[in-house]
């Protein structure tokens, strides 16, 4: 038997996509990832397939270590066709990533930091939103109140810092 990665048929991929979303909800992101590289490996630019990716890479990094994770999901956000989706999964990768550092004691200080990233690309994508899409809006809302609950404040030597201590 010789280990080799076998090809999906084209007529199957919304299936596959579907599989790839219940994995996803079942928190077994590996596996969903896995059908999304299916999908991409004979439809490179297949759109749903790619938001799925970036969902399921995003889901994985709360693993210490994941740093291939976040170029990979660099690399997929910029074969999005949709500026706005550009803007709304950029935003979800720093709002992510901001959620990790929550849970690491040395590294929450760098928490703030990531929040206001996120907050930066979800402003962007609200002003070019499609009509009735508020999902930017709901996540600004979401950080704004973690930022606040949490009472995380920028580190003393960002560049936020200072600029509050200028005006």
Same mark, same amino acid.
């Given at each position: 038997? /010789?280990?080799?990665?076998? =090809? $999906? ?8 996509? =579907?599989? *790839? +979303?219940?994995?996803? %909800? ?9 059908? #999304?590289?299916? $999908?991409?490996? $004979? /439809? ?7 938001? !799925?990716?970036?969902? &399921? ?6 693993? *210490? ?6 170029? *990979? ?8 066709? %949709? ?12 709002? +992510? ?11 929450? !200080?760098?928490? @703030?930091?990531?929040?206001?990233? &996120?907050?930066?690309? @979800? ?19 979401? #950080?704004?109140?973690?930022?606040? +609950?949490?009472?995380?404040?920028? +580190?003393? =030597?960002?560049?936020? &810092?200072?600029? =509050?201590? /200028?005006?």
């Amino acid at each position: 038997m /010789e280990l080799t990665l076998h =090809d $999906i048929h084209a007529d199957s991929i919304e299936l596959a996509l =579907d599989k *790839a +979303r219940q994995y996803r %909800s079942l928190l077994e992101p590996e596996i969903a990832e896995s059908i #999304c590289l299916d $999908i991409l490996h $004979i /439809e490179p630019s297949n759109q749903a397939a790619l938001v !799925v990716y970036i969902l &399921a890479l995003s889901d994985q990094l709360h693993h *210490a270590g994941k740093k291939t994770q976040v170029k *990979a999901i660099e690399e997929a956000v910029m074969q999005l066709q %949709s500026r706005y989706q550009q803007h709304y999964y950029t935003g979800l990768l720093h709002e +992510r990533r901001a959620r990790f550092m929550l849970t690491q004691s040395m590294a929450r !200080v760098f928490a @703030y930091d990531y929040f206001i990233e &996120a907050l930066q690309f @979800y402003q962007m994508a609200e002003k070019i939103r499609p009509e009735h899409n508020d999902e930017a809006t709901l996540r600004w809302n979401s #950080c704004i109140r973690t930022i606040e +609950r949490e009472k995380l404040k920028p +580190r003393p =030597d960002s560049k936020d &810092a200072r600029l =509050d201590m /200028e005006s």
